[in-house]
């Protein structure tokens, strides 16, 4: 028995074509299992990049409550006190005759200056004994 020739190049013809047909299906899926592990690999590093920018936003804001605050403006250290009203002007010493008073016109003057702030009470205690004589 004879086989027809066009049988056997029929038979060939859809071979190759169940076996073209089967390797772009094959083609197709390991297309898309390489694309789903390309895209899984893409997430993850989209993942890792945002953990490590709030990784460094936490760092930041740490170091800014651990910081010392900023220094505040204070008065500078030669500022006058609050103002007082003014101590009533010094009056020149009296006339000899009444030298005796002028020390208790004196401490009087200096005891208004040390309730002022204007001098300190150890400044007053030592006048005090230069005009006593202590």
Same mark, same amino acid.
């Given at each position: 028995?004879?086989?027809?020739?066009? =049988?056997?190049?029929? =038979?060939?013809?859809?071979?190759?074509?169940?076996?073209?047909?089967?390797?772009?299906?094959?083609?197709?899926?390991?297309?898309?299992?390489?694309?789903?592990?390309?895209? *899984?690999?893409?997430?993850?590093? +989209?993942?890792?990049?945002?953990?490590?920018?709030?990784?460094?936003?936490? *760092?930041? &804001?740490?170091?800014?409550?651990?910081? @010392? $605050?900023?220094?505040?403006?204070?008065?500078? @250290?030669?500022? $006058?006190? $609050?103002?007082?009203?003014?101590? @009533?002007?010094?009056?020149?010493?009296?006339?000899?005759?009444?030298?005796?008073?002028?020390?208790?016109?004196?401490?009087?003057? &200096?005891?208004? &200056?040390?309730?002022?702030?204007?001098?300190?009470?150890?400044?007053?205690?030592?006048?005090?004994?230069? &005009?006593?004589? +202590?």
């Amino acid at each position: 028995m004879r086989r027809r020739p066009g =049988r056997q190049i029929a =038979r060939v013809a859809v071979g190759s074509a169940v076996a073209g047909a089967t390797m772009g299906a094959v083609n197709h899926h390991q297309q898309k299992r390489w694309a789903s592990k390309d895209q *899984e690999a893409y997430q993850e590093a +989209i993942t890792q990049q945002q953990l490590a920018a709030q990784q460094a936003q936490i *760092e930041q &804001l740490q170091q800014q409550q651990a910081a @010392p $605050p900023p220094p505040q403006y204070a008065a500078p @250290p030669y500022a $006058p006190e $609050p103002y007082a009203a003014p101590a @009533p002007p010094y009056a020149p010493a009296a006339p000899a005759a009444a030298a005796a008073p002028s020390y208790i016109e004196e401490l009087q003057h &200096l005891a208004t &200056l040390r309730d002022q702030g204007i001098i300190s009470a150890e400044d007053f205690e030592a006048k005090k004994r230069q &005009l006593l004589g +202590i």
